[in-house]
Every structure is written in structure tokens, then in C-alpha cells.
């Protein structure tokens, strides 16, 4: 079975500050994606970065990259600068063969 | 390119009686997932259709919830009669190839009353 792990569930930080965002998964399958999303209180999901198994370099995309530790089954989403439009709920999900499983989800919040 | 679109947005209703959701994928996009987001929690999936075929419903209530996708394009998400505790929100989302990057609608926040 694929299983997702967010160990934050809430998050504060300041505006410009950099944040971390932890995410451990299962999964027996060797080739898999994973991603972040992101979910404004609009409630639309959006996603952030996409990561592929089989790629040794981390993902970037912006003030998002990523750190893929595929030994230890972790994947963690760094925001650089961070704004105050980076509010919102961040899912961390994993996708293969058998289905896009998805985390309980971190509360981020970026104060002024 | 026009997004995965969903209605209603909004729906209030009763116990016991019954509720559907409309969902049309992207274009093209022949994985089309149900996802049930209960508030403070992460989505879990529901159904999982790959064209008009059922490829995972594992964690779909099959007494209470139906869905089809009858022309391998829109589907309908289907509850009777409800409980209380179907009140969530109801994300539809599609994927050109499956289990992969998906695009999720705006949902459909169900309240059951």
C-alpha cells in the first residue's frame, strides 16, 4: 500500500522567511511521482512541483525546490521569500501503479 | 485550456435524502478521480475511472455513493440517501495519464443537515 506522512500539521512563519515542509512516504513501487499542492482557502487545489522517482536532481520551480532523499523515503518542500499569497493548506502526494495517495496536509501560515 | 469544471459549488440538504455532483475533465484527460476532503483532512479517494471503466472504487461506500462516467468524458457523483457524515467536501480531478499530475475543480462543498 502507498502511504503519505505530513508530521506538521501547522506551520507559522514571517513574510521573507524561509520555510520547510517535511513529507515521508511508503511505497513498494520503484518508479512513482510525488508532489506538493496547494490548497488557498478558495479551497481549488493547485500544484506546486513535481517530482520523478527515477530523477536524482530536485525539483525546482521558482521560490519552490524540493529535497528527494529517496533512501529514506522523504521529500520536502522548501518556500524561499516566502509571501503572504503562500497561505494556504500544502499536500504533499505520492502517484504510481496503484494510485495518487495523498497527506493530512500542513497549515502553512506567512505573517506580515 | 479549460479546467476541470464542477457544479454545484455549494449544497445543503437534509439527511436521508439525495445529492448529485457534475464533474467535466480537461479535455483529453482520461483519468478522472472523486476525491472526498473532510475539513482539516487530506482528500481521500473515492473512485478512480480510466475512460468510462471503474479502476479503483476500494473506499467508495457502494450502499449509499454511486458514480458513472458513462462516455468516458463527464461523471456524476451520486448520494443516497446521505448522513451526516457525508458532509465534506467533493473534489473531482483528471489526469492525462494515471496517478500522475492531476487538475482538481473547486469542489463542491456538501453540508448535510
Known amino acids: 500500500a502507498q502511504t503519505v506522512t505530513q508530521s506538521q500539521p501547522e506551520m507559522s512563519v514571517q513574510e521573507a522567511e524561509t520555510v520547510t515542509l517535511s513529507c515521508t512516504y511508503d511505497?513498494?513501487?520503484?518508479?512513482?511521482?510525488l508532489f506538493w499542492y496547494k490548497q488557498p482557502p478558495s479551497r481549488q487545489m493547485i500544484l506546486v512541483i513535481r517530482?520523478?522517482?527515477?530523477?536524482?536532481q530536485n525539483a525546482t520551480e521558482n521560490r519552490f525546490s524540493v529535497n528527494f532523499q529517496k533512501a529514506a523515503k522523504s521529500f520536502s518542500l522548501k518556500i524561499s521569500d516566502s509571501q503572504l499569497g503562500d497561505t494556504a493548506m500544502y499536500f504533499c502526494?505520492?502517484?504510481?501503479?496503484?494510485?495518487?495517495?495523498f497527506g493530512q496536509g500542513t497549515r502553512l501560515t506567512i505573517n506580515p | 485550456e479549460a479546467g476541470v469544471a464542477q457544479s454545484p459549488r455549494y449544497k445543503i440538504i437534509e439527511k436521508r435524502q439525495s445529492v448529485a455532483f457534475w464533474c467535466n475533465p480537461i479535455?483529453?484527460?482520461?483519468?478522472l478521480y472523486w476525491y472526498q476532503q473532510i475539513l482539516g483532512q487530506g482528500p481521500k479517494l473515492l473512485i478512480q475511472?480510466?475512460?468510462?471503466?471503474?479502476?479503483?472504487d476500494s473506499q467508495l461506500p457502494k450502499d449509499r455513493f454511486s458514480a458513472e462516467r458513462l462516455k468516458g468524458v463527464d461523471s456524476t457523483l451520486k448520494i443516497q440517501p446521505a448522513k451526516l457524515e457525508d458532509s465534506a467536501v467533493y473534489l473531482c480531478?483528471?489526469?492525462?495519464?494515471?496517478?500522475?499530475?492531476?487538475?482538481f475543480g473547486q469542489g463542491t462543498r456538501l453540508t448535510v443537515v
Open positions: 480531478a483528471s489526469s492525462l495519464v494515471p496517478n500522475t499530475e492531476a487538475f
Open positions: 511505497t513498494s513501487e520503484s518508479n512513482y511521482y
Open positions: 517530482q520523478e522517482a527515477y530523477k536524482q
Open positions: 502526494a505520492l502517484g504510481g501503479a496503484q494510485k495518487l495517495v
Open positions: 479535455s483529453g484527460h482520461a483519468t
Open positions: 475511472f480510466q475512460n468510462n471503466g471503474v479502476v479503483d
